[in-house]
Antibody, heavy 118, light 110 residues
Framework: EVQLVESGGGLVQPGGSLRLSCAAS????????MSWVRQAPGKGLEWVSV???????YYADSVKGRFTISRDNSKNTLYLQMNSLRAEDTAVYYC????????????WGQGTLVTVSS | SYVLTQPPSVSVAPGQTARITCGGN??????VHWYQQKPGQAPVLVVY???DRPSGIPERFSGSNSGNTATLTISRVEAGDEADYYC?????????????FGTGTKVTVL
């Protein structure tokens, strides 16, 4: 069974940093494309970043240059390093597994809340 | 950037049919996916590649896509279908791939 468990969220001051983790089980992270998707309070879903099986990474314009997606194959874990955080980055962050044959997300974690506030 | 527009809300009586639209420029040329999200929960994929259903999703959920509009149809609506619904596509028109979500539609069962 595919499982994704996020951790690392919390309260951080503007300008601060935070690293989110997504521990995967039931599949191999490095064999799939993996993404982070966020949802601000009361708002819709916003795609944040993707890492492909070959290692290529891409970001939404809103986080480019501040966020870094990575993975640790030995731990089967996905990460999101978030620097220079802003109030508008406040959201629940979900990790999601991409479909091997397409471009949808059949599996999601439960999410972790990041609050950027002084 | 590619934009997907959904109506903010749709209301439907139990047993009736709900139709949720997702508008985008020539969206008919893309594969559209739909997610259901209930309060406090993660999204769940209910339709992928325009009209396919993942295992475990009732046949009451169906999809279509043509021209500039994709549609998620929920037949014989039940109280448990009350949720937010999002469409999603993969857009390769920019200099790098993007995964775009629609603005979301809240379905209320009357």
């Amino acid at each position: 069974e595919v499982q994704l468990v996020e951790s690392g969220g919390g309260l951080v001051q503007p300008g601060g940093s935070l690293r989110l983790s997504c521990a995967a089980s039931g599949f191999t992270v490095s064999s799939n494309y993996m993404s982070w998707v966020r949802q601000a309070p009361g708002k819709g879903l916003e795609w944040v970043s993707v890492i492909y099986s070959g290692g290529s990474t891409y970001y939404a314009d809103s986080v480019k240059g501040r966020f870094t997606i990575s993975r640790d194959n030995s731990k089967n874990t996905l990460y999101l390093q978030m620097n220079s955080l802003r109030a508008e980055d406040t959201a629940v962050y979900y990790c999601a597994r991409g479909d091997s044959g397409g471009d949808c997300y059949p599996s999601w974690g439960q999410g972790t809340l990041v609050t950027v506030s002084s | 950037s590619y934009v997907l527009t959904q109506p903010p809300s749709v209301s439907v009586a139990p047993g009736q049919t709900a139709r949720i639209t997702c508008g985008g420029n020539n969206i008919g040329s893309k594969s559209v996916h739909w997610y259901q999200q209930k309060p406090g929960q993660a999204p769940v994929l209910v339709v992928y590649d325009d009209s396919d259903r993942p295992s475990g999703i009732p046949e009451r959920f169906s999809g279509s896509n043509s021209g500039n509009t994709a549609t998620l149809t929920i037949s014989r609506v039940e109280a448990g279908d009350e949720a937010d619904y999002y469409c999603q596509v993969w857009d390769s028109s920019s200099d790098h791939p993007l995964y775009v979500f629609g603005t979301g539609t809240k379905v209320t069962v009357l």
